[in-house]
């Protein structure tokens, strides 16, 4: 067992230098030893997509062709999950497709609740953001970092804050506060 940690530390370090070098990044281990779009492949997602190593999925998650799924992310198709073509899914966004409130406050005598949840194409979803169960974000939209989106974001908006609110939709060609 010893030789193979030091295996293991050696071909970290190994890693680690030539990653610092070339890319000026340094990453967990597991994003060393894993491929992000051998990752993506394997969970169907479409062609060119990725998906780091430390990102959990969950249920029924379907991402079209060349999205980007960042790390630490959360993923969850329990209730059904598609993400568009194109899109960033930035570092630490959490998606959901169903939450667990009334169960909670019933004291478990309600049932989870579970709701498709949808990001349109040649969307950008900022570092840190929740979007709840049930929500859909039409394509080519930008959601802000630390943003918490509870309703329906119409396609081509700009909306951030938490929770998120609409600044400006080319849907309807007007500003919004």
Not at 21 to 28: A, D, F, H, S
Request: hydrophobic share 35%; charged share 20%.
């Amino acid at each position: 067992m010893t030789g193979l940690l030091t295996q293991l530390r050696e071909f970290l370090a190994g890693r680690r230098a030539a990653l610092k070098k070339e890319y000026e990044r340094v990453l967990p281990f597991g994003d060393y030893v894993s491929d992000r779009w051998e990752k993506a492949e394997a969970l169907g997602f479409g062609k060119g997509a990725s998906i780091y190593d430390s990102s959990h999925v969950f249920g029924n998650v379907n991402v079209g062709a060349g999205t980007w799924v960042g790390p630490f992310t959360i993923l969850d198709g329990s209730g059904g999950l598609e993400i568009g073509s194109n899109c960033s899914i930035s570092a630490g966004v959490q998606i959901y497709s169903h939450d667990t409130v009334d169960w909670a406050v019933s004291g478990g005598k309600e049932p989870y609740r579970y709701a498709a949840t949808s990001v349109g194409d040649n969307c950008y979803i900022g570092p840190n953001t929740v979007v709840a169960a049930g929500v859909t974000i039409g394509s080519g939209s930008v959601i802000g970092a630390n943003s918490l989106v509870l309703q329906d974001i119409p396609a081509g908006s700009r909306a951030y804050g938490s929770p998120a609110k609409i600044a400006h939709s080319t849907e309807n060609s007007i500003e919004k506060s």
